[in-house]
């Protein structure tokens, strides 16, 4: 099976999951922009997590970088 029949066949489970990803990672780099205050790191170093790390970056930011006061 090479890798275009692969991707077609699971595209309509792809779909949902891209969505939901750039779902989040739009939402975490909102929240990164938006505000000063993190538990650690700096507003650049989240940034970097959030698009680097795709899925799991914005779940991190959100349950050990975002600040307490929001």
Same mark, same amino acid.
């Given at each position: 099976?090479? =890798?275009?029949?692969?991707?077609?066949?699971?595209?309509?489970? +792809?779909?949902?999951?891209?969505?939901? /990803?750039? &779902? +989040?990672? @739009? &939402?975490?780099? @909102?929240?990164?922009?938006?505000?000063?205050?993190?538990?650690? =790191? &700096?507003?650049?170093?989240? @940034?970097?997590?959030?698009? @680097?790390? /795709?899925?799991?970056?914005?779940?991190?930011?959100?349950?050990? =970088?975002?600040?307490?006061?929001?």
């Amino acid at each position: 099976m090479n =890798g275009i029949s692969f991707l077609m066949d699971h595209l309509p489970l +792809l779909i949902p999951l891209i969505i939901l /990803q750039f &779902t +989040l990672m @739009i &939402t975490a780099l @909102i929240h990164v922009i938006k505000h000063p205050d993190y538990r650690f =790191g &700096t507003k650049g170093m989240w @940034i970097f997590i959030v698009v @680097i790390l /795709q899925l799991i970056g914005p779940v991190f930011y959100f349950v050990f =970088g975002k600040g307490d006061n929001e």
